[in-house]
């Protein structure tokens, strides 16, 4: 069973810079070993999040870390969470989900837990819906296919909470499903949002026998911890929050 918790992290602008660092800088001796199984990723909101969705207030930071090993994940997110640092202070708020997570096919390409690209677009389904169970059921059950139609998807995942309880009393966000799709960049995200595939995943929600509550679509840039360290990522992006 393959875990992903992540951790939303608002925050002044100011201090995004020392909270990515202090995450990085817990990478080797804590993360390191997790790698394997999905590893840890950092997410930023894209500065061009209004060209594909009118939701606003993104968190500043996400900080994700997938293990097959619910004990080994809470034994790296100890090491974080019980310690004074930048992601403790005044002013910051955290939010946090455990998920299982659930990777989809997409024709042409082989089915992987592993993120295939670093542009992520994140949605995000909560409460009040009538009956969450039939939702669910029935999303996962037909909006998967539909996505893989879309021009230049690279992965295609979706997130079903697990019930957890925490020393740290991080708010939980009530989220009852994730859905995640990944693209090389804001422009094949853009060409595939303007396709006629989503006016066919639109019509599939309209023709849930349940319909949605709340929801939330955020576009982020990510990047791998340890290609981070390794030097193999964008600097053109993340020169300004990661030094």
């Known amino acids: 069973m393959n875990f992903s918790f992540f951790l939303e992290i608002y925050s002044p602008t100011q201090i995004i810079q020392p909270i990515l660092n202090f995450l990085i800088s817990q990478f080797e001796d804590n993360f390191s070993k997790i790698v394997e199984t999905g590893g840890v990723h950092l997410y930023i909101p894209h500065e061009q999040n209004n060209i594909v969705s009118k939701d606003r207030n993104p968190p500043k930071v996400v900080f994700e870390i997938n293990s097959e090993d619910i004990k080994q994940l809470w034994g790296c997110l100890s090491s974080v969470l019980n310690q004074e640092s930048v992601i403790t202070g005044k002013g910051i ?12 096919p997409i024709q042409g390409i082989c089915i992987s837990s592993d993120k295939q690209a670093s542009l992520s677009f994140s949605v995000r389904y909560y409460p009040p ?111 300004k929050y990661l030094h």
């Open 93 to 104: 708020t955290l939010k946090a989900e455990l998920f299982e997570r659930q990777s989809f």
């Open 129 to 239: 819906v009538r009956d969450i169970g039939r939702f669910v059921n029935y999303y996962v059950a037909n909006h998967p296919s539909i996505l893989a139609k879309l021009p230049n998807i690279k992965n295609i995942f979706c997130y079903y909470p697990k019930t957890w309880k925490d020393p740290w009393e991080i708010k939980n966000t009530n989220c009852f499903l994730g859905n995640e799709v990944i693209f090389d960049n804001m422009q094949d995200l853009v060409l595939a949002n303007n396709s006629e595939v989503r006016q066919e995943l639109r019509q599939d929600i309209l023709n849930s026998p349940v319909k949605p509550g709340p929801s939330t679509h955020f576009a982020y840039h990510r990047i791998e911890v340890h290609k981070y360290l390794e030097g193999d990522f964008d600097e053109t992006i993340w020169e």
